[in-house]
């Protein structure tokens, strides 16, 4: 995404996809450098598990056999360091978003100064409407009125519709200077890859995607060439397995 300024990052994708992590890797990968803390806060998962996908993230390990308590002597010893680690690093703050406003957000924010802060789940921001296009388009405004106030660069996660647009308001993409869709056909999850789509980009051209390795259980992330159109791999599988059925049935 070319290094963090005061700017509004929206990664988004469908449901389970890795919208979480990846804001979680971005940020691990920037922390070192960053002089003051991080807030992060979260709307889709609980203040405990996002902690314990921090701790995988940082300690480099699969997520999945540390919540299944499976983690091998190796990955033991990373975490009795991750008190070390995390030491060495500024302040990482997890606060619950539920419930809360943008407003209540900034308030936060400002009590603890932090030099980035992230929401997971922007479009589950209640801004006090009955109406879900109503409180994301307003979150939205909100968060981007916040970064330009305060010069404090924010990663927003949401989800994406049928359209691969923004889910409930396009606002969203209006406001950020940066947009990422993530997205995976059945053949790069078989193959352990994640596609990134950079919809928008300030000052440099959109459109361009990026195959990357995705790998949680060997803790691979590269990126990863592919020969075969975009369009290609995107076919629904679904269809085609219907069809290839139909034509073997006659």
């Not at 010893?77 to 978003?97: A, H, M, P, Q, T």
């Not at 995976?184 to 995607?209: C, H, I, W, Y």
């Not at 590269?222 to 629904?236: F, G, L, N, P």
């Amino acid at each position: 995404i070319g290094g963090i300024q005061d700017e509004m990052i929206i990664l988004m994708g469908k449901t389970g996809v890795g919208k979480t992590f990846l804001s979680l890797f971005i940020t691990n990968n920037i922390w070192g450098q960053l002089d003051g803390p991080i807030v992060y806060v979260t709307n889709e998962i609980g203040e405990k598990k996002l902690k314990k996908r921090l701790d995988s993230v940082v300690c480099e390990f699969s997520y999945s056999r540390y919540r299944k308590g499976l983690l091998n002597k190796k990955e033991e010893s990373k975490l009795k360091e991750l008190s070390k680690i995390y030491k060495n690093k500024s302040d990482f703050y997890v606060i619950s978003g539920a419930g809360k406003s943008s407003s209540d957000i900034e308030y936060e924010l400002l009590s603890l100064e932090p030099k980035l802060f992230i929401v997971d789940g922007l479009y589950l921001t209640y801004e006090g409407f009955n109406d879900s296009f109503k409180n994301t388009m307003t979150a939205s405004r909100n968060y981007q009125r916040i970064i330009s106030k305060y010069g404090i660069p924010g990663i927003f996660t949401t989800q994406m519709n049928a359209d691969n647009e923004a889910k409930y308001a396009r606002a969203i993409e209006e406001d950020a200077d940066i947009v990422v869709r993530m997205f995976q056909s059945p053949n790069l999850a078989t193959d352990k890859v994640m596609g990134l789509e950079f919809v928008k980009v300030r000052e440099e051209r959109a459109g361009d995607k990026v195959y990357m390795n995705w790998n949680f259980d060997d803790w691979i992330f590269s990126e990863k060439s592919y020969d075969v159109a975009e369009e290609e791999m995107e076919v629904s599988f679904t269809k085609t397995l219907k069809l290839k059925r139909g034509k073997y049935e006659k």
